[in-house]
């Protein structure tokens, strides 16, 4: 895991990337490559590639990146891990390409040479890879499959520039910075920024799957080499068939993991998914597995401690836990502004940055989390009632004529206003959108993060914003719905007869897993300098699970059943049969605390409301009716918190310590056999 960096001056007349530069954007990742560095530039200056080094595999000097083939031709700065890369390593020596190390990015080097840019097809793992074909004049760009790894670019004046991090591209002089307001309209409802958007305008993100080329004339291509869509089974598979093979993919992908020269361990929550890696990795190696949770103080309802401790005592782990209260959330803050660039409307990055940075002061560098498991086996109750209503509305009505729909959408709200939720059973946030989503002939899924809809934001977004993105009540205006359907459209033209999990399922991969779940894993760890390995997102083991018809997955409404089924007998029923809590943070109750206080004052004393963006006295109505135990806002407010705190930083420069929060004390107990460890 490292952090990469580049300029291509293709269309300059007198291009001039200096070392000094390279390694100046490069340095603004130390965290993500603490062990070594390294700069190449070529000799006409028209391109430069930098790259910060976590040593995880070959420790020796021999890993350093950039690095070159054997005649000099072919440049490579790479982030990520390549599971496969021994089985490559001895067929391309077989072929006559000789190595001068041990690591994966050689071994990515010599594949381009046979195969040019089908190399990726033959990669597992993860990676952000940036490759400089020197006898072509080519630069290539490339982001794994899944989205597990980030890559940022921006255009402009006849100059590529690239890294694993925007602060990183914004380090260069020639970058101005402001808001891409289209990219904040969805951040407002997806709590981050749909591919290729950000929100720096001007900075766009590979999506995931996808490779960018960009030639020495200044045509640049950005093609999808993969994408997660189901592809028939040469034979239908029986249930018992199904469920072996998702255990022996989900075995294979664990061990895969297991790849590197330094400890590793697994973040442990007591659920189904972590447990079923410290299992796996319990029969894989002789020595206790390393175990790491985190827990709140004073907030018993949001703590998996106990679930967690006692599955470590199962299995013999080496256990490491630490508690965090209020004030170590807003400790945090700051740092966490930093690292993310782009606000991830997400307070779970506040308990992953606390026990990210525990695991690595214990001399971790590796960690393997339980990350796509609810998207891929419908784990989720929300995924298990929008099928509900999907079988008992959308599908038997949504073809119905427009005046129609949108008739028995307003008979529908009426009945659910007045009293009638069995009959659309979600929060009664989202309810009314998802009748005006039915009236209007939009999907009922948008994705399993959502926060304002299309009729809050009319109400949130200010008249100059809504006029200059064209927002209105007319159809066909701008809506993020356009985000959900350009990915739906490409499922259905490969896939027409998908059904509805598959769908759901794939638009999460698309979207929320890449662009929001896995992007705070990569800051939040990063940011700790620890590699996090994901073997639930193992593209094998996608690529089957998408297969999956949804009367398998889900049937007589139990979730992760098959997952479950995989694992019975081989980890305690207790855990496969424990109500799932999910990975939470008291923020509703903070937010009634301390923490309202400046959110609120943040908010409102804030630069960007000069931009005159939103309507800030509908952002004060929601705190009053959050503050009054009305509603609960919680979620709302924190993505405008944490937007706020992005443009301070940011935009405006601003420092965010204005609150002056206190050095908290970690609070840590220790159960009997385990070891404990918080600094």
């Not at 997955?553 to 694992?567: I, S």
């Not at 939470?584 to 903070?590: D, I, K, Q, T």
């Not at 963006?613 to 509908?618: C, E, K, R």
Request: hydrophobic fraction near 40%; charge should be negative.
């Amino acid at each position: 895991m490292c952090g990469i960096c580049g300029i291509y001056e293709y269309g300059l007349a007198e291009p001039e990337v200096t070392g000094s530069l390279i390694a100046a954007m490069r340095d603004e990742m130390i965290h993500r490559g603490p062990d070594d560095a390294g700069v190449y530039i070529t000799e006409d200056r028209r391109l430069g590639l930098g790259h910060r080094r976590l040593s995880i595999v070959d420790l020796s000097e021999a890993g350093r990146n950039p690095m070159t083939n054997e005649d000099g031709q072919i440049w490579i700065t790479f982030n990520g891990e390549i599971y496969n890369h021994q089985v490559l390593r001895d067929r391309l020596m077989g072929l006559g390409h000789r190595y001068r190390s041990r690591t994966d990015t050689e071994t990515i080097l010599h594949l381009y040479e046979e195969r040019g840019l089908d190399f990726v097809h033959e990669l597992e793992g993860f990676f952000a890879i940036a490759l400089w074909d020197n006898r072509e004049r080519k630069l290539i760009l490339v982001r794994d499959r899944i989205g597990i790894k980030p890559l940022y670019y921006t255009v402009s004046g006849g100059r590529l520039i690239f890294a694993s991090e925007i602060k990183a591209i914004l380090s260069h002089p020639g970058i101005t910075r402001d808001i891409n307001e289209q990219a904040l309209y969805h951040y407002l409802t997806f709590l981050t920024t749909p591919a290729p958007l950000t929100l720096f305008a001007g900075i766009s993100k590979l999506p995931a799957g996808c490779m960018l080329t960009c030639t020495a004339d200044g045509e640049i291509k950005v093609t999808r080499y993969w994408d997660a869509i189901a592809r028939p089974p040469d034979k239908a598979l029986t249930e018992q068939e199904t469920v072996g093979e998702i255990y022996r993919l989900l075995e294979e992908a664990v061990r895969k993991r297991m790849m590197s020269d330094v400890p590793f361990g697994v973040f442990l929550s007591g659920g189904i998914d972590s447990t079923s890696i410290v299992a796996l990795l319990s029969q894989m190696i002789s020595e206790p597995v390393r175990t790491f949770t985190v827990g709140f103080k004073d907030s018993p309802d949001y703590n998996e401690l106990e679930e967690a401790r006692w599955v470590a005592e199962q299995y013999g782990t080496d256990h490491h836990e630490v508690i965090i209260d209020q004030n170590d959330l807003l400790d945090s803050l700051p740092e966490l502004i930093f690292h993310q660039d782009e606000p991830i409307a997400d307070p779970v990055c506040v308990p992953l940055h606390y026990v990210s940075r525990l695991t690595r002061e214990t001399g971790t560098k590796v960690i393997q989390v339980g990350e796509g498991s609810d998207e891929l086996f419908c784990g989720y109750r929300d995924y298990a009632a929008y099928l509900d209503i999907y079988r008992r509305l959308w599908n038997p009505l949504g073809k119905l004529p427009d005046p129609i729909r949108r008739g028995i959408s307003g008979v529908a709200l009426a009945a659910y206003n007045t009293g009638g939720r069995r009959l659309l059973p979600v929060g009664k946030k989202l309810a009314p959108d998802l009748l005006r989503r039915f009236a209007e002939g939009e999907e009922i899924f948008w994705s399993g993060a959502f926060v304002f809809d299309e009729t809050s934001k009319r109400s949130l977004i200010g008249p100059e914003m809504r006029q200059r993105l064209d927002i209105g009540t007319t159809a066909h205006r701008f809506s993020s719905y356009s985000v959900i359907r350009q990915d739906l459209d490409r499922l259905l033209a490969a896939h027409p007869d998908a059904d509805q999990l598959e769908k759901m399922t794939y638009q999460e991969l698309k979207l929320r897993l890449p662009e929001l779940l896995l992007l705070r894993v990569d800051k939040v760890t990063m940011a700790s300098s620890l590699e996090a390995r994901v073997p639930f997102l193992d593209h094998k083991l996608v690529e089957f699970a998408m297969a999956i018809p949804q009367e398998m997955k889900y049937a007589g409404g139990e979730t992760k059943r098959l997952l479950k089924l995989a694992l019975k007998g081989r980890i305690p029923d207790r855990v496969l049969q424990r109500k799932k809590k999910g990975f939470g943070v008291p923020v509703r109750e903070w937010m009634l605390e301390r923490l309202g206080t400046i959110i609120e004052d943040s908010i409102m004393e804030s630069p960007l409301r000069s931009r005159g963006l939103f309507d800030y006295s509908y952002i004060k109505h929601l705190i009053e009716e959050h503050r009054r135990h009305n509603i609960n806002y919680s979620f709302w407010i924190w993505s405008l918190f944490n937007l706020t705190l992005w443009y301070d930083r940011w935009i405006e420069g601003r420092p965010l310590s204005r609150w002056a929060p206190g050095q908290a004390q970690h609070k840590l107990s220790q159960p009997a056999g385990l070891s404990v460890s918080v600094k």
